[in-house]
């Protein structure tokens, strides 16, 4: 069952449709309203079809990409491929995570989730400040002055 307060937020693209896909780091789905999906879509076809690492990239990238729908009652049907890679058994609705991150939402396994982000406090803490330099100077975020 997909959290109604989402459902709520999504109201103005839910017409668009969804895409679901692997996350790239984390072991958990991300859920894309189509039009993220589209602009994520024209960010891989700025990458080359004549490079091997762009390819193998796309390829691993769009593996298991699905379009998906809530149905009336609000459900989502999750593609069982996606659910194995995420740590997702059919009938855990109450150990699995749901979290807007941005333009997208992340569908998490119970377990995963705390495994990800139940870590030690410092390690946040680092985050926090390599993140906020990032911020402070935006040409580290796209590896200019890295």
């Keep these: ?85 995420a740590g997702i058994k059919a009938g855990d609705k109450n150990d699995i995570i749901v979290s807007g991150l941005g333009e997208k939402i992340e569908i998490w396994s119970m377990d995963n989730y705390n495994q990800a982000f139940m870590a030690n406090d410092d390690d946040f803490a680092r985050l926090a400040e390599k993140v906020r330099k990032d911020i402070e100077d935006p040409g580290r975020i796209i590896g200019l002055n890295n």
């Design 1 to 85: 069952m997909f959290p109604a307060k989402l459902r709520k937020q999504l109201e103005e693209v839910m017409p668009h449709g969804l895409v679901i896909n692997r996350d790239i780091f984390e072991k958990c789905l991300v859920l894309y309203p189509k039009p993220e999906w589209d602009r994520v879509n024209g960010e891989m076809a700025r990458l080359s079809r004549y490079n091997r690492e762009h390819q193998l990239f796309q390829r691993k990238f769009m593996m298991g990409a699905s379009g998906i729908e809530l149905d009336k009652t609000g459900r989502l049907l999750l593609p069982s491929i996606l659910m194995e890679f």
